[in-house]
């Protein structure tokens, strides 16, 4: 019973570098969000997929860019990370746009 | 701007005791409005209301709407050690994929 499934748990980058976050749920949900979480700013949502094929931008797409591989995978990609870029991340899916959207355990970054 | 307030932000209270934590809002064609449990890591799903006026209750757990004055409680009676965690109030809202999130309330239970 996986749910939303989220590696790396944690990663330590330094300015610059490059990574993908990856995600898979296995509830066959249309919609794939990524957030961000950051300490007294709840969480903020960065590009969402509302289906297989379609990504838009959230309220801080600046400097990440993502892919919806297939109806599983929703891949968001650092390209050169910035310190401002160190927080919790997480993924989330649901079904058709509503409703109660389930997470995943979320990564932990830091850009030093 | 759509926008999501939750007060306290910070709330310790003994075992037993009843709370109440409070989320309002402005936001754009408003759709719904989530409560969520987060303890240390991943958000759970505690209620979703879409309607003013109507109670949800889970066990300890209950949350009513105001869509008037644009405003939701989250009550939990008999409050348990268990209960600590953030709690964050969401509103779906918009005409794209928007889920707005406040900034949470820290509740800690000391037993």
């Known amino acids: 019973n996986a749910g939303v499934t989220q590696t790396p748990k944690f990663q330590v980058l330094k300015t610059g570098q490059s990574m993908t976050l990856q995600c898979a749920q296995d509830?066959?949900?249309?919609?794939m969000y990524w957030y961000r979480q950051d300490p007294g700013m709840g969480l903020r949502l960065i590009y969402y997929?509302?289906?297989?094929?379609?990504?838009d931008k959230g309220e801080v797409p600046n400097g990440y860019n993502v892919s919806r591989l297939n109806k599983r995978e929703f891949s968001l990609r650092l390209e050169s990370a910035a310190p401002s870029q160190t927080s919790v991340y997480f993924c989330?899916?649901?079904?058709?746009?509503?409703?109660?959207?389930?997470f995943g355990q979320g990564t932990r970054l830091t850009v030093v | 701007e759509d926008k999501v307030v939750q007060s306290p932000l910070s709330l310790v209270v003994h075992e037993g005791d009843t709370v109440t934590l409070n989320c309002s809002y402005e936001?754009?064609?408003?759709?719904?409005l989530l409560w969520y449990k987060q303890e240390k890591k991943a958000p759970t799903f505690l209620f979703m209301l879409?309607?003013?006026?109507i109670e949800k209750k889970s066990g300890r757990l209950s949350s009513i709407l105001d869509k008037k004055e644009l405003f939701s409680i989250l009550n939990i009676t008999a409050t348990q050690t268990g209960d600590s965690a953030v709690y964050l109030c969401?509103?779906?809202?918009?005409?794209?994929?928007?889920?707005?999130f406040g900034p949470g309330t820290r509740l800690s239970v000391l037993p």
């Open positions: 989330a899916s649901n079904r058709d746009r509503a409703g109660e959207a389930f």
């Open positions: 509830m066959n949900h249309n919609s």
């Open positions: 997929s509302a289906s297989e094929g379609t990504t």
């Open positions: 936001v754009t064609n408003f759709r719904s």
């Open positions: 879409t309607s003013s006026g």
């Open positions: 969401a509103v779906e809202a918009g005409y794209g994929q928007n889920f707005v």
